[in-house]
């Protein structure tokens, strides 16, 4: 009997460690392929693309990035959306497009653009977005009549959410994100004017405790690149951060950091906020001193 006790006892915790194992399989699977789930989760059929931007008819064009142009169309459950139509010839390859589904789609934070889904066939890469109305910040703060919507009350509105935005992505996710490159037309305004940091293709996952990392493929755009990253391809939350210092002076002077007027001269923003100028009288006036000049005159 001690024999046969012992016999039942040894094969009912044989059986109840290959249940375990059958149980715990698939939720590992699930895990290591996490990203992969969610995105053929929201994966859309072209047909139903093509039917939401008719086609991706001209009148239905949002506008035109360096990646390729966008489109408004509405779903059949009657959604607004943006679709972003991958150019073949953009230099984003299928790295960069399942980078963009993959850290998008696990991003919740109200000053982030939100990923609906994407699409996959063939040539076209396309990835849909939700509508955002007022279309990207650069639209306004750039143009001579637009600019007026945007008083000290709303600029700081949009400061303070793109801040919020950047400090989802480098602290309070469960991933640390550098976007790579921020900047005024990767800002997008809602219908109440509220900044959604958007076109994450170039943005990189990074360990949470690592300071900075290295990279031989510099990308972004040039003037809003911190000097270590543009020189020497490295970064971290600091160079999204001097990407937001530069933002930011445009959005108060309404000027474009690679052409700033000043006076009758055209010159570089930074160069005029960050270098000591010599002035007529001979003394050396600081930076601070020069910008609140300009500023206020």
């Known amino acids: 009997m001690a024999v046969v006790a012992s016999v039942v006892g040894f094969l009912l915790l044989l059986l109840c460690i290959w249940i375990c194992l059958r ?5 590992e699977n699930e895990e290591s392929a996490d990203g992969m789930i969610k995105a053929e989760s929201l994966q859309y059929d072209l047909a139903t693309v093509r039917a939401a931007t008719k086609n991706f008819c001209e009148g239905n064009k949002l506008g035109q990035g360096g990646f390729g142009a966008v489109y408004k169309g509405k779903l059949p459950n009657g ?7 991958l150019s073949s010839a953009s230099g984003q390859g299928d790295l960069e497009f399942k980078n ?6 696990k991003l919740q934070h109200r000053n982030l653009v939100r990923l609906f889904g994407f699409c996959l ?3 076209e890469r396309l990835l849909i977005y939700e509508f955002v109305p007022n279309t990207s910040l650069d639209h306004f703060i750039f143009d001579p009549t637009k600019c007026a919507q945007l008083d000290w009350e ?3 509105k949009i400061i303070g959410g793109i801040a919020r935005g950047l400090l989802y992505l480098h602290e309070d996710s469960r991933l640390r994100i550098i976007h790579r490159d921020l900047k005024p037309s990767n800002i997008l305004l809602d219908e109440d004017m509220n900044p959604k940091i958007a076109d994450f293709g170039m943005a990189r996952l990074v360990v949470r405790d690592e300071t900075k990392a290295n990279t031989s493929r510099v990308v972004g755009t040039y003037g809003y690149m911190a000097p270590e990253y543009a020189m020497h391809g490295q970064f971290s939350v600091k160079s999204d951060v001097f990407s937001f210092g530069v933002l ?3 959005i108060v002077s309404g000027q474009r950091n690679s052409c700033f007027q000043n006076g009758e001269s055209i010159e570089d923003l930074l160069s005029f906020v960050s270098v000591e100028k010599l002035e007529g009288r001979g003394r050396i006036e600081s930076p601070r001193s020069n910008f609140e000049k300009w500023f206020n005159s």
């Open 23 to 27: 149980c715990r399989k698939p939720r």
């Open 248 to 250: 930011l002076l445009e």
């Open 100 to 105: 963009e589904v993959l850290l998008v789609a």
């Open 79 to 85: 959604q607004d959306v943006a679709v972003k139509r």
């Open 121 to 123: 066939k063939g040539d």
């Open 154 to 156: 709303r600029r700081y």
